[in-house]
């Protein structure tokens, strides 16, 4: 393993571009389209919206015979954290005799195509989702191939032809050369394996931990990205003015929109103990770089409600990308995931050097974007309890539009039915305070109550006492205020009824 310092190594159809000199807010669109000349990907939005700039982003995999791609959404992605990664764009598709891609060649036969601006980053969520075919042996139903466009816009074609393109590409594929399909790596494998990253940290001759950047300007601005946890906590203590990476879809939104330039960038995707999940009878453990699209899958069948809220979170290339740490770190006052977590009694997992200590996360705001993390301290992971017998789990997200929208508000409560009445009822929002919050008068109505008994006038009463009412641009105070109380109606009469059936 070799290690450059002021140089991005990553592998590119075959050979190994080898970045150098370059800014760490460099954005992989920008590097791509400017110093590569590989202009098919697109930039629309330049904020993770409109999916024109999708390319797929690939590490190897676990037995390092082939690598896992992931859509991403080019835009926001800092190129300093494609190190040690393989990357394909819309021209990585096209084979060397000039055969196109299935999704290529059907996308043309079913004019999927129209001014083009939004073609690129379109082929390129389903070059990713139709890999998933082969194995499965029949096609993508029209549902999951929605859900695969939900971070894509075209506003002049139209999806139907591009869904048919999507069907027919399948059905071809699968009739003929089913490896059609496969996005090809197999030049990429040796070449990732050359550039593999550092997996242990490195020590100095006193045997202090001491982390490489990957990128370090003569002003001493450097991006690091550590291999393990340890080098983590060390760097922040020493570098308490960090700003930690993750997924990036908040910080390429400030780095893009804001022209952020943090001095000192740690990103957190090379470290393994951050992207494991561990799982006990009551609880999972999710660590700081598991990203949303893992929780959503780890979380279906428990939570079919929690994982819809997610599966409308962001698209796919965000919900790649993105993790639950950086949505609870981040505390806009209407992240999706925290009212699920409070609901379902979540604790943070902090850290600060070789130091640990849990905090709930109804516990974790202070104000607005404010939290009680202390300088050199992270999250370090999720402890997500699994529900008790008798426990149901409820949430419900309201937005304009159904994908790829922010939440007017978005309502999640966990309780029980003992003798018929609501019990352990924990009831928890964001958009109606400066962070999301549980609600604990709402939370006083409902306890004890037996669904019939709850009344709208109780829960309207409460919603008045705890918050305050104030206008916002996605919705009006009285339209959340309305939801947010006609949700909780909702649960408890879905509870009675059930209760009823059963
Ligand atoms: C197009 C688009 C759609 C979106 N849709 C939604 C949506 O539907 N719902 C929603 O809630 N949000 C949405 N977001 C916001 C964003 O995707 C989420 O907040 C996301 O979970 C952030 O995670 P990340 O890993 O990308 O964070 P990053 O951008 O990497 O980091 C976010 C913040 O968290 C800090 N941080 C990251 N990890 C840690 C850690 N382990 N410890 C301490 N601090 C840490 C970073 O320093 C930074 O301040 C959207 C964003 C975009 C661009
Ligand atoms: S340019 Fe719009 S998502 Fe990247
Ligand atoms: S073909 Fe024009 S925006 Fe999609």
């Given at each position: 393993?070799t290690q450059?310092?002021?140089?991005?190594r990553?592998v590119?159809?075959g050979?190994?571009?080898?970045?150098?000199?370059k800014r760490?807010?460099?954005?992989?669109l920008?590097?791509l389209?400017?110093?590569?000349?590989?202009t098919?990907?697109k930039?629309?939005?330049?904020?993770?919206d409109c999916?024109?700039?999708v390319v797929?982003v690939?590490e190897?995999?676990?037995?390092?015979?082939g690598?896992?791609?992931?859509p991403?959404?080019a835009?926001?992605?800092l190129?300093?954290?494609?190190?040690?990664?393989?990357?394909?764009t819309?021209e990585?598709?096209?084979?060397?005799d000039?055969t196109?891609?299935?999704v290529?060649d059907?996308?043309?036969?079913?004019?999927g195509?129209?001014?083009?601006f939004c073609?690129?980053?379109?082929?390129?969520s389903l070059?990713?989702?139709?890999?998933?075919?082969p194995?499965?042996?029949?096609?993508?139903?029209r549902g999951?191939?929605s859900d695969?466009?939900?971070?894509?816009?075209?506003?002049?074609?139209g999806?139907?032809?591009?869904i048919q393109?999507?069907?027919q590409?399948c059905?071809?594929?699968?009739a003929?050369d089913?490896?059609s399909?496969?996005?090809d790596?197999?030049a990429?494998?040796p070449?990732?394996?050359?550039?593999k990253?550092?997996?242990h940290p490195?020590?100095?001759l006193?045997?202090?931990i001491?982390?490489q950047?990957?990128?370090?300007?003569k002003?001493?601005?450097e991006?690091?990205?550590?291999?393990?946890?340890?080098?983590?906590?060390?760097?922040?203590?020493?570098n308490?003015?960090t700003?930690?990476?993750?997924?990036?879809?908040?910080?390429?939104?400030?780095?893009?929109?804001?022209?952020?330039r943090?001095?000192?960038?740690c990103?957190?995707?090379?470290?393994a103990?951050?992207?494991?999940?561990?799982?006990?009878?009551k609880a999972w453990?999710i660590?700081?770089?598991?990203?949303?699209?893992t929780?959503?899958?780890?979380?279906?069948?428990t939570?079919p409600?929690?994982?819809?809220?997610l599966?409308r979170?962001g698209?796919p290339?965000?919900?790649?990308?993105?993790?639950?740490?950086?949505?609870?770190?981040?505390?806009?006052p209407?992240?999706d995931s925290?009212p699920?977590?409070?609901?379902l009694g979540a604790?943070?997992?902090?850290?600060?050097?070789d130091?640990?200590r849990t905090v709930?996360?109804?516990?974790?705001?202070t104000?607005?974007k404010q939290t009680?993390?202390?300088a050199?301290?992270f999250?370090?992971a999720?402890?997500?309890?699994?529900?008790?017998a008798?426990?149901?789990?409820?949430?419900?997200?309201?937005?304009?539009?159904?994908?790829?929208?922010?939440?007017?508000t978005?309502?999640?409560?966990s309780?029980?039915l003992v003798?018929?009445k609501?019990?352990?009822?924990?009831?928890a929002?964001?958009?109606?305070?400066?962070?999301p919050?549980r609600?604990?008068?709402l939370?006083?109505?409902?306890?004890?109550?037996?669904?019939?008994?709850v009344?709208a006038?109780a829960?309207?009463g409460?919603?008045?006492?705890?918050f305050?009412a104030?206008?916002?641009?996605?919705a009006?105070?009285?339209y959340r205020?309305?939801?947010a109380?006609?949700?909780?109606?909702e649960?408890?009469e879905?509870?009675a009824?059930?209760s009823v059936?059963?």
């Amino acid at each position: 393993m070799t290690q450059v310092t002021n140089t991005v190594r990553f592998v590119l159809d075959g050979r190994i571009v080898e970045a150098q000199g370059k800014r760490r807010t460099t954005t992989v669109l920008d590097y791509l389209r400017e110093e590569l000349h590989r202009t098919g990907t697109k930039e629309g939005c330049a904020e993770g919206d409109c999916g024109a700039c999708v390319v797929l982003v690939g590490e190897l995999n676990a037995a390092g015979t082939g690598v896992d791609y992931l859509p991403v959404n080019a835009c926001i992605q800092l190129l300093p954290s494609l190190d040690g990664k393989s990357v394909k764009t819309i021209e990585s598709l096209k084979k060397a005799d000039g055969t196109l891609h299935p999704v290529q060649d059907a996308m043309v036969k079913c004019h999927g195509s129209q001014c083009g601006f939004c073609t690129p980053g379109i082929v390129m969520s389903l070059a990713h989702v139709v890999q998933v075919v082969p194995g499965r042996g029949q096609g993508l139903s029209r549902g999951e191939i929605s859900d695969a466009l939900s971070g894509n816009l075209c506003r002049c074609t139209g999806y139907q032809p591009i869904i048919q393109a999507t069907q027919q590409a399948c059905s071809t594929a699968l009739a003929t050369d089913p490896s059609s399909l496969a996005i090809d790596s197999s030049a990429d494998v040796p070449l990732l394996k050359e550039i593999k990253r550092a997996t242990h940290p490195t020590y100095s001759l006193d045997g202090e931990i001491v982390v490489q950047p990957v990128v370090r300007t003569k002003k001493g601005s450097e991006f690091v990205s550590p291999a393990t946890l340890a080098e983590v906590a060390q760097y922040l203590v020493q570098n308490p003015g960090t700003t930690l990476l993750a997924g990036s879809s908040e910080i390429g939104l400030q780095v893009n929109k804001q022209f952020a330039r943090p001095g000192h960038i740690c990103y957190l995707g090379n470290v393994a103990e951050l992207k494991a999940v561990t799982e006990t009878s009551k609880a999972w453990r999710i660590g700081a770089m598991v990203s949303l699209e893992t929780v959503l899958a780890l979380v279906k069948d428990t939570f079919p409600d929690f994982a819809e809220v997610l599966r409308r979170f962001g698209s796919p290339p965000i919900r790649a990308t993105a993790t639950l740490a950086g949505n609870i770190a981040n505390g806009s006052p209407i992240g999706d995931s925290m009212p699920c977590l409070m609901a379902l009694g979540a604790t943070l997992v902090l850290r600060r050097g070789d130091k640990q200590r849990t905090v709930a996360l109804d516990k974790f705001y202070t104000g607005q974007k404010q939290t009680v993390l202390q300088a050199g301290e992270f999250i370090e992971a999720i402890e997500l309890p699994k529900l008790a017998a008798g426990q149901t789990f409820r949430a419900h997200k309201v937005s304009k539009r159904f994908e790829q929208d922010i939440s007017a508000t978005c309502c999640a409560m966990s309780f029980s039915l003992v003798g018929g009445k609501l019990k352990n009822v924990k009831l928890a929002y964001n958009g109606l305070a400066p962070s999301p919050c549980r609600a604990p008068k709402l939370e006083a109505v409902l306890e004890g109550k037996a669904p019939a008994d709850v009344t709208a006038d109780a829960l309207d009463g409460a919603i008045a006492a705890s918050f305050t009412a104030r206008d916002g641009l996605r919705a009006t105070w009285a339209y959340r205020s309305l939801v947010a109380r006609n949700l909780v109606l909702e649960f408890v009469e879905d509870a009675a009824e059930s209760s009823v059936a059963a």
